[in-house]
């Protein structure tokens, strides 16, 4: 019999993985919890009613639909079938798919549930993903978004916070970061100037790919796209702009002097940054940031890690229509994402993971037979009283084994009851790391554990 | 535009039902990882091959299957199309499927990586699962399992530990429960004593029912099911047996002397019961205990609250061959499973969630305009640095809504900050329970508040 296998692209998590994992998702949800974020969730399966036409044509190509269920083909006519038209026939067999993101579904939570929330909410939400993307190194067909965004409030108080949570996590991480601001106004606002207002998107998605193709290739593509050469040229001091966070915003108020848009875009970027106390230093205000999704129209944020050559690890914007798509116009919201694939990623190379990470029980009885197991099951019953996560081998097996055991969970401390521990009420307690053993009562064994 | 809407039988949850629902799911973590079970978790897209054939016809009907990207149809001819038999369509355009329990996963997961698995493995997972269910009240397509289990030791100790874990996850709840044990070596003892050893499975199913259908019924079914009516009147005793669990195992080893089995799941019973200390009193030996599922082989176990109305809460047992299916045989398991949304209605109808579950942030500052705002930011960091989840209101718009937001957050203090506070370097703290305003220093905020 061949050995079973998952489907391409997604994961098994092991218990030592599970940890790391569980480590990432604590330390972002802890976070957002200290900022009064409040965690939702929605089902893995959506109507494909409401994915649909969400994520332009190629992300409705990669949505994973589901066959309903019984006769799927009841509705569908044999000339439908002969036609064999792909789209055409899973929209007929298929009502469901599976969720894309978060951000689709949370629109829809907003608007499916107004009438019960109160405004500004500000959801968390920690949940797999789906897409039938074609897997490759570190991209997977199912995998965690951790979201966090406010929806309901204008203020850029939201944005301040935001960036303070990335901060913090990163911090509690001990990852070093770029965090990136930019703004989508401000964009705008150089597509007015430059005379091209009508090409906002060719330029955005243009210089949105200067890190990874380079400034000649972004002007081609400029240029490919219908810029004319003069637009091109003026856009060039304003791509490689340099200095402190406020040289760069003195500069872009003088060049945008005449775009109202523009100098609103200035105006926020110049809030957020004064509100965010010695973080500001942190910040890099990065006029070439673009961020793809078009979605966005303030400001926008993006971190890299400056230790480990990996894509963007968190990203995120504000909105300002976002619910509209389920009509409900007029909302504002901000929000941001953390990549918990990346990080684990990054964590791994960096060694970051807290020492007991991978740790299993603190503390194992080896079993020497029915009656010492008896013993060691009640003086268990004691130390997991006292909170000690604590384990009795189920089989009194050869001790080397239950030793290999131990080690291969990573716990730390082994207790061994023989007939004279039992005799003396005693336990002998060793110590896996140093090889140290003690002879000890149960009590002052919690105690040394502890 | 209509409002949108989640598929039948799945569910958001709102903030206040993911607080309870972080409850029950924190809770039966905490006690499996203190009885040393560690977590994995597996893809929620199996290969249809792994879940097909075994959930019985009924269950390969309820899986949901995922379509293949692409051209799903590129391997079917207008022949097969034209016979609409829509299970071999099916099979044809779909080569996944969503998880249906979370047993199935775990049999192909210690298949799949049984070099890397140190045996006794013991496991814990926690994940959704998808059945295409007809939904009622209480049954959905979405439902969470909580799932531990031990594989690779015959060793009754596991049985022990599990009705331990039952027995402290249901008190932590502080849900009054009935703890069920049986064995189905004495089932099939009784089948062979009775004369009918191969009608061991419709026995089961049928005295499985008693609670449900009454005795009456139940030996109508055995009637039906081609039970001599001797055969029949020789279970009455057994299946009417009361008396304290030692007066019952008493009289099971005499009704069962003829019958090796029989003896000996009377021995494994007895063995548990032992070794459960004072525990032992608050578990029933109910040989009417059946457990539908047909794997279970040695010890089964079931749990139903005393105070509501509902089916079982939790179930589990002892399985020699789980594995098998997938080319491994002869690996032995025992496991327990929780039903947390049964858990979830129990709790909500006794009430029996912590007092703060609901609770969001807790401090709310309020906003008073920006200079204001400002200094409530600076101070939130600290507060927040000092673990407290706080909240900065993000706009300045009336006293009311402020307060009433943190009323609908069930924020305990809120902190106002005006020019005098700002001047002296206080806030103006303000119980939201008690109405008591205090004007304190961060400090003395901090303080108060931890």
């Known amino acids: 019999m061949a050995k079973p296998s998952i489907p391409k692209g997604t994961r098994d998590f092991s218990p030592v993985e599970m940890a790391k994992r569980n480590y990432i998702f604590n330390t972002i949800r802890d976070v957002y919890a200290l900022y009064g974020f409040r965690q939702i969730e929605t089902p893995a399966m959506e109507n494909l009613s409401t994915l649909m036409g969400k994520y332009g044509e190629e992300g409705d190509k990669l949505l994973f639909k589901i066959l309903n269920s019984g006769d799927f083909m009841s509705k569908t006519t044999l000339a439908e079938l002969e036609e064999h038209n792909v789209g055409h026939l899973a929209a007929k067999f298929c009502e469901k798919g599976l969720r894309y993101d978060l951000t689709v579904p949370f629109a829809r939570f907003v608007v499916q549930h107004r009438e019960e929330l109160q405004m500004p909410f500000k959801r968390y939400q920690i949940q797999p993903v789906w897409r039938a993307d074609r897997p490759q190194k570190g991209r997977y067909r199912e995998f965690y978004q951790c979201d966090a965004d406010v929806v309901g409030s204008d203020s850029l108080l939201n944005e301040v916070e935001l960036m303070q949570i990335i901060d913090e996590v990163f911090h509690r991480f001990g990852i070093r970061v770029d965090i990136k601001i930019n703004n989508r106004k401000i964009l705008s606002g150089i597509a007015e100037v430059i005379g091209e207002a009508e090409k906002i998107v060719d330029i955005t998605v243009a210089i949105d790919k200067l890190d990874k193709i380079g400034l000649d290739n972004v002007n081609a593509e400029l240029l490919a796209n219908g810029l004319t050469q003069e637009a091109v040229e003026k856009l060039q001091p304003i791509i490689s702009l340099s200095g402190t966070n406020a040289e760069k915003i003195a500069t872009m108020r003088e060049v945008l002097a005449d775009s109202e848009v523009g100098l609103k875009g200035v105006a926020e970027v110049e809030f957020v940054l004064n509100n965010l106390g010695e973080l500001v230093n942190q910040i890099d205000l990065d006029l070439t940031l673009a961020r793809g999704l078009n979605y966005y129209t303030g400001c926008i944020f993006e971190v890299k890690a400056l230790d480990v050559e990996i894509g963007s690890i968190t990203g995120g914007g504000r909105y300002d229509n976002l619910t509209g798509i389920f009509g409900m116009p007029g909302l504002s919201g901000v929000g941001i994402s953390f990549g918990a694939d990346r990080i684990y990623d990054v964590l791994n ?99 040394k554990i502890r």
């Open 349 to 447: 190379q960096l060694e970051l993971y807290p020492e007991d990470t991978a740790q299993g029980a603190q503390l194992l009885f080896i079993n020497f037979g029915e009656q010492e197991a008896a013993y060691c099951l009640s003086l268990a019953r004691q130390t997991r009283a006292a909170g000690i996560s604590t384990e009795v081998y189920p089989d009194s097996v050869k001790m080397k084994k239950q030793m290999s055991y131990a080690n291969a969970q990573q716990i730390p401390f082994v207790a061994l009851c023989g007939e004279t521990e039992m005799q003396e009420k005693k336990v002998a307690l060793k110590n896996m790391l140093t090889g140290e053993q003690t002879s000890l009562t149960v009590e002052e064994l919690i105690e």
